[in-house]
């Protein structure tokens, strides 16, 4: 695949158009930073291999990219970053706080949040760019509504901010342009294999100083935030990952901090992207589909199929490394060998899901994806993203059947960053 430029006019394929390495059994692969790997694509390979507790997640944060890595990927206080003890400690604490009770409770208000965007968007009239009009609105209003974020006082959070502050801990910043700058695809997916983008580092030319200013602003309002929440909780979600935390004792404050900092950022881009982006794919190649979105369960199986099938970013594979021999099919894994797990080939695997993208939409899908990673590292927020996924699609076709894109797919700007890509603009019309 050719290497990826830090500008969002760049002519790009849309992301569920990108090729992907075939499944096949294990074999070596190099990464882009020179590092020896073994290359996992199958569907049942890569289940087996991210459950399996001989593999580990931990001291790989600086191996794989050619390049600078996000700090959300790179930070070892992340939760990506853990594997043992420490994770399970981390990761206990933060499931406390995703109850099903919790979850469900949240579940009419992000609804709601929902047909406000789709409700101000039909007021205003066409035409409309639905980034900015639907796209982004709608992951920032649930993101600051979960956090307790949306009020007024100190932990008041604008758009704005966010968005900078989501920039800094998910990419390098910005380069003499302003434009983001690209980066590895951590969280669903991680450094690419099979040789794509070996010059990514020459494309990272973020300001360090700038860059870090931003990621320590950030870092002294989340720990104020954690330090607020601890004094006087509440109902939002840091309140109750703090009190979480305290009660289960042995995790570290700047843990706890980083984790709510990259649910508040990662959670909020990674929305906006995933929507963004299936939104290209449905509007832009199946128009006919749009409409019959307006029936909720045919809505609720093509968001788990989008999701499933259009990856948030670029690269391909997430890293991991043995700590003792694996068998893997009919092969055998040394220990100590790094892996390069490709959940999106996974995704594809026609052993597994023949029918394929194209397919029909409201399909559910032979098998449970492997979207949000599987085993210890399965993503934390899946809920969220299917949630607003789900509520989004439906509620905007309902209102707007007839919405339509006014450019072709192959002329959109990609707006680039850490951990997705997505359209700089969509324009539509209804």
């Known amino acids: 695949m050719d290497s990826v430029a830090a500008d969002p006019r760049t002519t790009l394929p849309p992301l569920h158009r990108l090729p992907l390495t075939p499944a096949q059994p294990p074999h070596p692969t190099t990464l882009p930073d020179g590092t020896p790997a073994w290359l996992i694509t199958r569907y049942h390979d890569v289940r087996q291999v991210l459950g399996d507790p001989r593999v580990t997640r931990a001291d790989l944060h600086d191996v794989g990219t050619a390049g600078a890595t996000a700090d959300v990927a790179a930070n070892p206080a992340s939760l990506f970053n853990q594997d043992g003890p420490a994770h399970r400690r981390l990761r206990g604490t933060a499931q406390r706080a995703f109850t099903p009770r919790a979850i469900a409770g949240w579940q009419p208000w992000v609804a709601a949040a929902v047909q406000q965007s789709v409700d101000r968007l039909v007021a205003a009239g066409p035409p409309a760019d639905l980034v900015p009009a639907f796209a982004r609105p709608v992951p920032f209003a649930v993101t600051t509504r979960l956090m307790g974020l949306d009020g007024d006082g100190p932990d008041h959070l604008d758009e704005e901010r966010l968005h900078r502050w989501t920039l800094a801990l998910l990419a390098q910043g910005e380069d003499e342009g302003g434009n983001r700058s690209s980066n590895q695809n951590e969280g669903q997916n991680g450094s690419p294999a099979e040789g794509q983008a070996e010059d990514r580092g020459e494309e990272r030319r973020g300001t360090e100083t700038g860059h870090d200013d931003t ?15 601890r004094r006087e909780p509440g109902d939002d979600l840091v309140s109750r990952l703090v009190r979480a935390a305290d009660q289960d004792g ?86 100590g060998s790094v892996v390069a797990v490709s ?41 969220r993203v299917r949630l607003e996924m789900r509520e989004s699609l439906h509620r905007l076709a309902t209102a707007l059947p007839g919405l339509r894109l006014t450019v072709p797919v192959a002329d959109l700007a990609w707006q680039l960053g850490g951990t997705t890509r997505s359209p700089a603009r969509l324009p539509v019309d209804w």
């Open 215 to 229: 990621l320590a602003e950030f870092g002294a309002f989340m720990g104020e935030l954690v330090a607020r929440r």
């Open 343 to 383: 959940l999106g080939s996974a995704n594809r695997d026609p052993a597994v899901h023949p029918e394929g993208l194209d397919a029909d939409l409201g399909l559910p899908l032979a098998a449970p994806t492997l979207a949000f990673s599987a085993g210890p590292h399965y993503c934390i927020g899946a809920w």
């Open 250 to 335: 042995g995790v570290p404050e700047e843990s706890l901090v980083f984790l709510v900092a990259g649910l508040t950022a990662s959670g909020n881009e990674s929305v906006a992207g995933a929507l963004a982006n299936a939104l290209v794919y449905v509007l832009g190649e199946r128009p006919e589909h749009w409409p019959r979105l307006a029936d909720p369960a045919i809505a609720e199986r093509t968001a788990e199929r989008l999701l499933h099938y259009i990856p948030l970013g670029d690269d391909e594979a997430t890293i991991r490394r043995t700590t003792a021999p694996i068998e893997v099919g009919d092969v055998t894994i040394p220990a």
